[in-house]
């Protein structure tokens, strides 16, 4: 199978033992459809030896099958292996081939071509220290070269080779060639890409592949393999400050307490003076431990365990940096998003943020602007759509330890995960942290919310109504309200089409705008909380996501909520504001239940079906659970609480 090596004959151990030492290069392909990346690779793949006598077997029996080579072999079916792929013809998900020379070893991703296929590029760079950008011959520089080109310089990739492929087609020119490469250098410039290499190529001929090609006599550089085998990737890692993002806390025993993970950045020695982020607690080395002993000292890309002179609470997520220069220590900051799914994202909504080792919650704010990346012209945005990406603030739920991900990639890069599904919708890299999370700051009060709900006599709380329009949620929150009040409690109701009125009488009622209502509401609910009330919150609020938000605002206890839960019939039949009728219509866009979706609570704390009970049942009902969760004990038991 492999590469030819006597050693292999005569001293497998010698070459085993050579193999291991080898140098490491990861690199991906990318290009437009049909410039031919899977047929490089599938080429790359064929010299190197790195094809097993059955696959060898399949690939001539694929090709004769397939056929789009005349009898030749197709070395894009190498790479190609989905089905949908093969029939399309095209690329459509990252495939990962590693291979190998003498001289060292590639871990090569083939990444789609289509637009739509751009998410399934960003995770094939992330990792990658080349990127060998396939341009046909015949078509020159292109939207998708472009795209392509502006992911490679945003993600942080420094080494270019300009595969320009199919010169036999265009009859090996030297002046198409300089052409598509003067053109391409000016594009270049524009986003930072310095390091280009233009090689003059036919994968599918072997034209200055592993050899050069006698076609080309005018070129003078080096060919493919020869580039990618002796390219030397900056790995200043190493010069730059000591970064070690904490995976595990290693206690086997009682005598042992060691911080388990890969270095990321810099050295680190035996009896240097570190710091603990975001605690800014320092001490010393006292260990390096690894799985083959101690070290005096270690590396970036090294898994190692460090153990401290001093007990410094360090846990999962925190970041032990050199003391003379940590990172910085933030909550909000200024973030490039890619967004990767289907669903669009929503500025307010809370996702959560895994930052190296560290997961926490976030949420985006508007988009300052997305980038049209084919011309990188900024434009207005309220949202990110699946593909595109955009200049947004970030905000967390606590600081972190970070650096700008132009200085460290793990660091500074995070992903966004969706909170209910649990799904990776969209990648970031931050930027710098905003002044205002240096300069805003809690301010310490000595009269709290149980001071001010003490002296109402009450507990305080929300009772959160969702349901569908019609569903009776204002109706049974204004019955609730008042029973609550002839008890002598201090409440106050927030209705959705009360505060459309004013605090947010700026939103609409597309999902975005939904997820923000939500999103003061919550906020609302929050101060009246702490100011010792008894808060109605009356809104259809259709997300979950945006519910579970509210619910995070408040302590545990706190939050009840109340599921109105009315069939879409019923409700749709009372109608008593004549909505659904113009949904139906088409008078009214972003109806919840006609045409925008409502997610109906999963473990509420009251289920309401009043399509079998009144109004006043089911206020009786969630007197019920308050008195059962204790928050309606008399005014004198509770002065004692």
């Known amino acids: 199978m492999a590469h030819k090596s006597d050693l292999i004959a005569t001293d497998i151990q010698a070459y085993l033992k050579s193999h291991e030492h080898k140098s490491l290069l990861r690199f991906i392909t990318c290009g437009s459809v049909d ?28 090709s004769k099958k397939v056929g789009t080579q005349g009898g030749e072999l197709d070395f894009a079916l190498l790479v190609d292996g989905l089905a949908a792929e093969r029939e399309q013809g095209i690329t ?55 795209r392509h080109s502006y992911i490679v310089s945003l993600i942080g990739i420094k080494h270019v080779v300009l595969a320009i492929n199919k010169m036999d087609l265009v009859g090996y020119s030297q002046q198409t060639f300089d052409k598509i490469v003067a053109e391409y250098r000016e594009f270049a410039a524009q986003i930072g890409l310095t390091n280009i290499t233009p090689v003059p190529l036919s994968a599918l001929r072997g034209d200055n592949m592993l050899e050069r090609s006698s076609a080309t006599s005018w070129y003078q550089g080096p060919t493919l393999m020869e580039y990618l085998e002796t390219v030397e990737i900056d790995d200043d890692l190493q010069q730059r400050p000591f970064r070690l993002p904490v995976q595990w806390v290693n206690r086997p025993n009682q005598d042992f307490r060691g911080f388990a993970g890969t270095i990321s950045s810099g050295v680190i020695r035996k009896g240097d003076t570190i710091r603990a982020l975001p605690s800014g607690r320092t001490s010393k080395v006292a260990r390096i431990v690894t799985h083959d002993g101690d070290l005096e000292q270690a590396v970036a890309g090294q898994s190692i365990t460090l153990t401290l002179t001093d007990e410094v609470d360090i846990s999962r997520g925190d970041v032990i940096a050199a003391a003379a220069s940590p990172p910085a220590v933030a909550d909000q900051f200024q973030a ?20 190296g080792s560290r997961t926490v919650t976030g949420s985006i704010t508007t988009p300052k602007y997305k980038v049209n990346v084919n011309t990188l ?17 970030l905000s967390l739920d606590r600081a972190v330890a970070f650096d700008p991900y132009t ?36 301010q ?15 507990r305080a709380c929300v009772l959160w109504f969702t349901g569908l329009s019609g569903a009776g949620k204002s109706t049974i929150a204004n019955l609730v309200e008042k ?61 979950r996501s945006e519910r579970r938000l509210a619910r995070e605002l408040m302590q ?56 079998l009970s009144s109004p006043e049942a089911a206020a009786e009902e969630i007197m019920n659970k308050l008195r059962e969760a204790g928050m309606l004990y008399p005014a004198d038991e509770l002065s004692g609480l």
């Open 444 to 458: 310490a009060l000595d009269v709290n919310k149980y001071a001010r709900a003490g002296l109402k006599g009450q």
């Open 377 to 393: 012209e900024h434009l207005a945005a309220k949202q990110l759509e699946l593909n595109e990406i955009g200049v947004c603030n």
């Open 35 to 62: 410039d031919g990346k899977s047929t490089l690779i599938g080429r790359l793949l064929y010299e190197s030896k790195m094809i097993f006598e059955d696959q060898l077997t399949t690939l001539e029996a694929d």
């Open 483 to 543: 029973r609550l009040h002839s008890l002598g409690r201090h409440t106050y109701t927030l209705d959705g089409d009360n505060v459309r009125h004013g605090l947010n009488k700026d939103l609409g009622f597309t999902d975005a705008d939904r997820v923000e209502n939500i999103r003061r509401v919550a906020e609302v609910s929050k101060l009246m909380v702490d100011a010792g009330l008894i808060v109605l919150v009356s809104f259809i609020s259709p997300f």
């Open 92 to 146: 459509i998900d990252v495939a990962y081939r590693f291979f190998s020379t003498d001289r060292r070893k590639f871990i090569v991703a083939d990444t789609p071509g289509h637009e739509q296929y751009t998410r399934n590029m960003v995770t094939g760079a992330s990792t990658a220290d080349v990127a060998v950008i396939l341009i046909d011959a015949r078509k020159g520089v292109l939207t998708q070269t472009r």
């Open 336 to 355: 490039t998003i890619i967004w990767m799914h289907e669903e669009a994202m929503l500025p307010g909504r809370p996702y959560l943020i895994k930052l």
């Open 407 to 442: 200085d460290n990639r793990e660091t500074g890069g995070f992903i966004l995960i969706d909170k209910i599904s649990n799904d990776t919708v969209g990648a970031g890299l931050l930027s710098f942290a905003l002044r205002r999370a240096e300069n805003i700051h809690w």
């Open 556 to 611: 545990q206890g706190e939050f009840f909520e109340v599921f109105v839960d009315t069939p879409l019939q019923e409700a749709e039949k009372r109608d008593p504001k004549g909505l659904y009728k113009k949904a139906r219509s088409g008078e009214l866009r972003n109806f919840t239940g006609i045409d925008s979706p409502y997610e109906a609570p999963e473990h509420p704390e009251i289920h309401l079906r009043t399509a």
